[in-house]
């Protein structure tokens, strides 16, 4: 713990940066080891917090914030670790992880962590929530942007299959998906998920997952008339 | 559960009354999944947003109401109860409480409202499955009157409301008051509970009986003080649409320091390979009025029918 980095204050402009964020992971792994889900999903976590979402710390409550959902809720630590580095979670927090009285669980609860939008755990269940959520803002004319973060293997759960039609046909502009493909889906999309989205009117890019510039270049994209995935491609298996 | 001869069905009266709702509240939505769609084509021509039909997609249906409650909505979802509860019922119990989120769940097609239909539309475990969770309110309304100030009552509110319309009512509305059971009658024999759409027969199956008669419209949370209140024998008749004992839990609750006996009736727990009429069936479960009648004067007979 003496390598314990310092919680950036609220509102301050020199927060914990990527660099920071293994030691992060490692409070709580317990060591530099991380889990697959958790290393897959982090240069897409930190892009979207530090160069795309317009989330802040002392705005929680904006209506007009941009809305990141985190569908895949296994392996948090990447996400824990990123709200730590950017002030929503203290840092010694993050020690207790998966303790009976820590806000930090296996799964995020949004009820228990400031600025986490959703709770998750159960797949399938962000994107869904995230076309409702993305309507509800287009009626009452907000600009906010929604993004929900999935998994590959995610995409097999069904429910996503109804999301993403339907995003398709109404045309919800600003709703995104950062799909992070570590090719874990036991059957695979065959074509490419881009190609999944594509068919039911969605917009896509193919990214390098790991790559910052290209991510942050797909994830900042306006698509006028049609919601947008972004798949990231990290390494098999990472 | 007879429809009764009364001048709008609680479909027609929710559909209704959702459209002038929808116009006057910019705070309510609604998500049909291509059910219901007829009744509110007007309402979702005026509100693309917030009146949506996402097709054949239940799942999606109730997520999506999450979404909606999520960005400062009070969002309705309504189909046919199995698709609505039992098909979607990880999102029902996922995306709405446990996210800190609330929504109205307005079914239709009740235990058996068609008959024809088979099972696949017949769903007399909504209630017992919904009541597995924490903080819903669950109204069983009689009449489509008893439906619109429920659901009224319902939209103004942030919490997750399930509303179980049926083609069965009674003839007449109560006085109800939501969230309270009514008091019909008094009696000296037994308490009886009648829910919604049983009210005109078990009324009818206990005409020259000597018991209270409690009405309820609104079974979730469960009204134990009234029942508390105006028990003057220790024997309870619980009278239910729905799976024969879904309240029995909540009778014990109430009544846990008192001994008493409890009859509980309702839709039997069965593979019921019929069609035919909502009468045929109603017979079926002993839920017409001879059979209520024999079963609830049988049980007023049976021991310990002295006073509290």
């Not at chain 2, 008192?258 to 009429?277: A, D, F």
Request: aromatic share 6%; charged share 20%.
């Amino acid at each position: 713990m003496t390598d314990l980095p310092t919680a950036p204050a609220p509102g301050s402009t020199s927060p914990l940066g990527y660099a920071d964020l293994p030691r992060l992971i490692g409070l709580m792994a317990g060591d530099e080891k991380h889990s697959t889900s958790a290393d897959s999903t982090l240069d897409v976590l930190w892009v979207l917090y530090d160069r795309v979402l317009d989330v802040r710390l002392e705005a929680l409550d904006d209506p007009d914030r941009d809305r990141f959902l985190l569908s895949k809720g296994h392996g948090p630590m990447s996400y824990y670790a990123v709200l730590a580095a950017k002030g929503f979670i203290p840092i010694e927090t993050l020690a207790t992880f998966g303790a009976y009285d820590s806000p930090l669980g296996h799964h995020p609860d949004r009820m228990l962590i400031p600025g986490v939008e959703i709770s998750s755990g159960s797949l399938g269940h962000g994107l869904p929530i995230g076309v409702g959520l993305a309507l509800g803002l287009r009626s009452r004319a907000r600009k906010s942007r929604v993004i929900v973060l999935v998994g590959d293997a995610e995409l097999d759960e069904g429910s996503n299959h109804e999301a993403i039609a339907l995003a398709g046909r109404l045309r919800l502009d600003r709703l995104t998906v950062v799909a992070v493909d570590n090719r874990s889906a036991t059957y695979g999309w065959p074509g490419g998920i881009a190609r999944r989205f594509e068919v039911e009117g969605w917009a896509s890019a193919t990214v390098d997952g790991h790559d910052h510039a290209a991510l942050e270049a797909a994830l900042a994209a306006e698509h006028s008339g049609q919601p947008d995935v972004v798949v990231a491609v990290v390494g098999e298996g990472t | 559960m007879t429809a009764a001869n009364v001048a709008d069905t609680m479909r027609d009266r929710f559909a209704r009354v959702t459209s002038k709702l929808v116009d006057e509240d910019p705070r309510l939505a609604v998500v049909l999944a291509e059910i219901g769609v007829s009744g509110l084509r007007r309402a979702m021509r005026r509100h693309p947003d917030r009146v949506i039909n996402v097709g054949i997609r239940e799942q999606l249906m109730i997520s999506a109401a999450a979404g909606l409650a999520l960005s400062g909505l009070r969002p309705i979802a309504h189909s046919y109860a199995p698709f609505l509860v039992e098909r979607p019922f990880e999102q029902v119990k996922l995306d709405l409480a446990h996210q800190g989120l609330g929504a109205i769940l307005v079914s239709v097609g009740s235990s058996y409202d068609w008959p024809e239909g088979g099972r696949t539309h017949q769903a007399p475990e909504d209630v017992a499955l919904i009541d597995t969770l924490p903080d819903w309110t669950i109204h069983v309304p009689g009449h489509p009157d008893e439906a619109e100030i429920l659901l009224r009552d319902a939209v103004v509110g942030d919490g997750n409301v399930y509303l179980r319309l049926s083609a069965g009512a009674n003839l007449e509305p109560m006085p109800i008051e939501p969230g309270r059971f009514h008091i019909v009658r008094r009696g000296s024999q037994a308490t009886v509970i009648a829910v919604g759409p049983m009210l005109d027969p078990t009324l009818e199956a206990s005409a020259d009986l000597d018991v209270t008669m409690l009405y309820a419209a609104t079974i979730r949370p469960f009204d134990g003080d009234t029942l508390r209140a105006e028990l003057q024998a220790p024997a309870v008749v619980l009278v239910e649409p729905y799976l024969q004992g879904t309240s029995a839990m909540w009778v014990s609750e109430a009544l846990r320091d008192t001994s008493h006996r409890l009859l509980s009736i309702g839709v039997r727990r069965m593979e019921h390979r019929r069609y035919g009429t909502a009468e045929q069936h109603d017979q079926a479960h002993c839920l017409d009025v001879g059979s209520l009648r024999h079963r609830i004067s049988r049980f007023l007979a049976g021991p310990l029918s002295g006073a509290v």
